[in-house]
């Protein structure tokens, strides 16, 4: 069936470098891609989407990088900052969103 | 503040005890839904609304009932919880099902069925 998944469920980021996460999608069909942040005691939060017309988008501090050829998704975040720690998944949308399991990142001092 | 609004936070009730989980928007939104999240399993959609007075199925609906009367409030009904039921469930909602911007989603409420 269609699925969304990550390939590591946490990842440990000491402060000031930059972390990426991963996500593999396997709908062809998807056209539109959205990763969320879920602090810790709320809900996932809207970070950055893109378009399956691009290949790159650059948002403050983070950006997405797909590969429709793989299907892979990235999120790339810049110096990466304590309050970045928090559960990041990724959805994909082609005739409804299905949303990925999750990475935690944890923010090393 | 734009927002949607789940209640309670948290809640625990025995089995077979009927209970309601509200959800509210106030961005005049048309679409709604309902989602739980286990771990490893990520969010699995429950029910959805297209607009007033329109429901459906999602991934996951046995056990559950929605109700759209007015466009802003989207109940969750458990009319006889069961332990398989202990999740974190989440509302969101959005302009339109295949919203550029995704979906707002509430701060969840974690329901224990014991």
């Known amino acids: 069936g269609e699925s969304v998944g990550l390939h590591l469920p946490t990842l440990s980021v000491q402060e000031g470098d930059n972390s990426i996460i991963n996500c593999a999608y396997s709908n062809s069909a998807s056209d539109y891609f959205i990763w969320y942040k879920q602090e810790s005691g709320k809900g996932p939060q809207f970070i950055i989407d893109?378009?399956?017309?691009?290949d790159k988008r650059q948002g403050q501090r983070v950006t997405v990088l797909l590969n429709k050829t793989v299907k892979h998704l990235s999120l790339q975040i810049a110096a990466t900052q304590p309050g970045d720690s928090a559960v990041y998944f990724c959805a994909e949308n082609a005739y409804k969103y299905i949303f990925g399991t999750g990475t935690r990142l944890k923010v090393l001092a | 503040e734009a927002q949607v609004t789940q209640n309670p936070r948290y809640l625990i009730t025995v089995t077979g005890k009927k209970l309601t989980v509200t959800c509210s928007q106030n961005m005049n939104h048309e679409y709604m839904s309902w989602y739980r999240q286990d771990p490893g399993l990520g969010l699995r959609q429950i029910y959805y609304s297209m607009n007033v007075e329109v429901t459906d199925k999602g991934d996951v609906p046995e056990g559950y009932k929605v109700s759209r009367k007015e466009k802003r409030n989207f109940p969750l009904i458990l009319e006889s919880p069961s332990p398989n039921q202990t999740s974190l469930y989440f509302c969101?909602?959005?302009?339109?099902?295949?919203?550029?911007?995704?979906?707002?989603f509430g701060s969840g409420t974690r329901l224990t069925v014991v």
């Open positions: 893109i378009r399956s017309n691009m």
């Open positions: 969101a909602s959005s302009s339109t099902a295949f919203s550029s911007y995704g979906y707002t």
